[in-house]
């Protein structure tokens, strides 16, 4: 067994802060936890050691896109302008290009303090909508990316049948994602091949919403799988007028109200939900996953986070679109947007004396983990994902305990990672990960076949 030792002064577990923690790392996970411990020689010494934060939604080829849409479009540009936009950026995309642009991603995000992705994987098709020979050929690409960086894997291919509420014909900018049951089958065990040679990779299913999938096509999708079911949801208030137009019901209480939505679930955004709804979620035991920069970037709202972590509610956070790739700034936009809405500071704080950026931190862990079939955690057994932090971008001399995370979460961010590990293996030390000059290489080349 190879195993590496690190020694941290401090270490995030999962009954709390320990010191002089020696944590021993073997086969790509955490065999012992040792506190109280003076460091042995041969020792890696790791000064502050938090678990890695799971990213529970992205859509990776998007990096692609970051910084092309922020000039106005009509008057009412909106989600809904975007999306277009995306949909002729889509026509571009080859599987060479998607695997160069999901490797930045992921490499971008293992700088950030993310350790493993839920990829929300919905480009399945070549230009012209016809299937590639492989039907895991986009999936392949993902591993590939996957692999290269190191970044943990949850792979959720996406079943897209329809252009509207009701089963509405697919428009022509979706035919990249169109797909019928005996299709996305096949689609699934393609999927299920590509991330065979991933030591830790989880298999999911994600009807993209209720937009693009009927109810019967609903319940079967969430029937194909054992593992993560995801699903976007309420994120525009368009979406939520449709939906009670449609069918008198609000888009999450018409999905509480016709699917088993279990603790395997996770809702994408969310945005658009009333009281009663919060609490409906909170009780099912789904996820709530939020994506506080993609959300503010296409103005589609901000959660009711107060009401629904007050309910209980489980929460994760993922950086969706990808037009900027930031762990603790998703957690701190979720902070500062019920901040601005309230007028009030400290909202998420379970309670008087307790630190914003440790219940963030410590909220996104569990909720990210249950969301991805995966755990978050410091603990025996769990994957290797470690975050080091930098002692010299500590906000203040000698912080300790959850004053750390409120440093990382509200001052300081990714440049206070000195090292991120990933499955045992050292990925990104003083901030640049191992690969970068030759991932950026292969962007760059990409993208200057998109736009020749």
Known sequence: MNETFLWCAQALLPAGWGADVRLTLADGRIAAVAQGVPAQAGDHRAGVALPGL????????????????EVRGPADDSFWTWRELMYRFVDRLDPEAV???????????LESGFTRVGEFHYLHHSPDGAPYADPGEMACRIAAAAAETGIGLTLLPVFYAHGGLGGLPPQAGQRRFVTDLDAYLRLLEASRAAVSGLPDAVLG???HSLRAVTESELAAVAGFTSGPIHIHIAE???????????SGARP???LLDRLPVDARWCLVHATHMTTEECRRLALSGAVAGLCPITEANLGDGLFPAAAYLEAGGVFGVGSDSNVRIDAAEELRLLEYGQRLHRRARNV????????????????????GGQALGTRASLAVGASADILVLEADHQARPGEAGDALL??????EGA???KEVWRAGVRVVENGRHRHRDRIVARYRAALDRLTA
């Open 236 to 246: 525009q208030m368009r979406e939520v007028d449709d939906c009670v137009a449609w």
């Open 252 to 254: 999450v209480a018409w």
């Open 205 to 207: 299913a994600a009807p």
């Open 348 to 367: 998420l704080a379970p309670a008087p004396g307790v630190s914003t950026g440790g219940a963030l931190y410590r909220g996104a862990l569990g909720g």
């Open 415 to 417: 440049k206070a990672l």
């Open 99 to 109: 695997e160069a642009v999901a490797a930045l991603a992921f490499a971008e995000m």
């Open 406 to 411: 409120d440093s990382f979460v509200f001052v």
């Open 54 to 69: 799971p990213n529970l939604h992205s859509h990776a080829f998007q990096r692609a896109m970051a910084g092309l849409t």
